[in-house]
């Protein structure tokens, strides 16, 4: 099972995600720049979404002496609102010295001033998720000592709807949609351009499961590359983009063909 690490931070957030047999851990960067906590746990769960991860690590800052202080009680309010944004379940775990770790990990390969700052808490990160997977391998079936579980919206919160004009509930046979900012989108929460390019593609299917199984509509035409993608500033993601694309198109078109609908690409070979 894939999991990531969240080592929470009020100025830097570091991820680390492990591969799937649970045995290799890697510090993810950039760290998340962010101060804000729900911009913090809205690029996490963007991350998670980003590295195919299916379980979520947040690290609980204790005490040495094993009490709790006002970190702490930060930590679990973030971990509450991690499990919401990413609609999983997150563990909370004990990441006392991992900084300390972290930190002789990076002396040990002559990692100091800038380049140290930019990757402490990432590494710290992959401590805290190399401590989960030791408890995990040796207590097999067993669930963890505390878990943040994700909640739903308060249903006593009304919200007021506004009446749609009628030339726009009658619902259109071919709709245009032009994919665009998730460089912008990743920029702005602190994560490298690949993360909002995976989450771009996340939600652009889930707008063709709506616009097409929901309302109905027939013809749906997606403008997902421009001239721009294939400049030299983008040469360096070109691959990473095809390949992104067509894992996604290709699951796309599956989804649409048991709706018997028919999906064409367009474009140069």
């Given at each position: 099972m894939k999991w990531i690490a969240v080592d929470y931070g009020e100025r830097r957030t570091g991820l680390a995600?492990?591969?799937a047999s649970e045995l290799i851990v890697t510090p993810v960067t950039p760290q998340i720049e962010e101060k804000s906590l729900n911009k913090v746990a809205e690029a996490a769960a963007a991350a998670r979404l980003a590295q195919g991860a299916e379980g979520v690590v947040c690290g609980l800052p204790r005490n040495m002496d094993?009490?709790?202080?006002?970190?702490?009680?930060?930590?679990?309010?973030?971990a509450a609102r991690l499990a919401t944004a990413c609609g999983v379940p997150v563990v909370l775990w004990d990441e006392r010295r991992t900084t300390v770790t972290a930190a002789g990990i990076l002396s040990a390969n002559s990692t100091f001033g800038a380049d140290r700052k930019a990757r402490l808490?990432?590494?710290?990160?992959?401590?805290?998720l190399e401590s989960?997977?030791?408890?995990?391998?040796?207590?097999p079936g067993e669930e963890p000592p505390e878990v943040a579980a994700p909640t739903a919206p308060d249903a006593s919160i009304t919200r007021r709807v506004f009446p749609m004009p009628e030339a726009l509930t009658r619902i259109p046979t071919h709709a245009a949609i032009i994919v665009d900012g998730n460089r912008r989108w990743a920029k702005n929460r602190g994560l490298p351009a690949s993360f909002g390019h995976k989450a771009g593609f996340d939600r652009l299917k889930e707008i063709t499961r709506y616009a097409v199984g929901d309302c109905g509509i027939k013809v749906l035409s997606l403008y997902v590359f421009s001239t721009e993608n294939f400049s030299p500033r983008c040469q360096g993601k070109y691959g990473y983009l095809m390949d992104l694309f067509a894992n996604n198109f290709r699951t796309i078109a599956e989804e649409m063909n048991e709706r018997d609908?028919?999906?064409l690409f367009s474009g140069p070979p």
């Open positions: 995600v492990c591969d094993g009490t709790e202080g006002s970190r702490c009680v930060k930590s679990r309010r973030f808490d990432s590494v710290s990160a992959a401590v805290i989960f997977l030791a408890w995990r391998k040796a207590h609908c028919q999906v």
